[in-house]
């Protein structure tokens, strides 16, 4: 798993919603919980992502999941619980 965790393709999609997450958290507890007809910079952001995301899980899963399908699927399952944690601010608060 070690040799297959340091592709980009792993890493990336576990490492950009985990930092979606951070700014999400830093985002409300700055601004606290505005809603604006403005989505704003933030709203943007995560609509992009929302599109990035199942394509490179998508793209990891078809490239390593012939050759390795043990870790492989260790790694997406990580990939799927980092994807969820900013979804689930998002839709839990209804930003």
Same mark, same amino acid.
């Given at each position: 798993?070690?040799?297959?965790?340091?592709?980009?393709?792993?890493?990336?999609?576990?490492?950009?919603?985990?930092?979606?997450?951070?700014?999400?958290?830093?985002?409300?507890?700055? &601004?606290?919980? +505005?809603?604006?007809?403005?989505?704003?910079?933030?709203?943007? /952001? @995560?609509? #992009?992502? %929302?599109?990035?995301?199942?394509?490179?899980?998508? &793209?990891?899963? +078809?490239?390593?999941?012939?050759?390795?399908?043990?870790?492989? /699927? @260790?790694? #997406?399952? %990580?990939?799927?619980?980092?994807?969820?944690?900013?979804?689930?601010? +998002?839709?839990?608060?209804?930003?």
């Amino acid at each position: 798993m070690n040799s297959i965790i340091k592709k980009p393709s792993a890493w990336i999609p576990i490492a950009i919603p985990l930092i979606f997450f951070a700014y999400l958290v830093i985002c409300i507890s700055i &601004f606290g919980i +505005v809603r604006n007809e403005d989505e704003g910079t933030a709203a943007h /952001l @995560f609509q #992009l992502w %929302l599109v990035f995301e199942p394509l490179a899980v998508g &793209f990891f899963a +078809v490239k390593w999941l012939p050759r390795a399908p043990k870790q492989v /699927l @260790f790694i #997406l399952a %990580l990939q799927i619980v980092a994807a969820l944690l900013p979804m689930s601010i +998002v839709f839990s608060l209804k930003l």
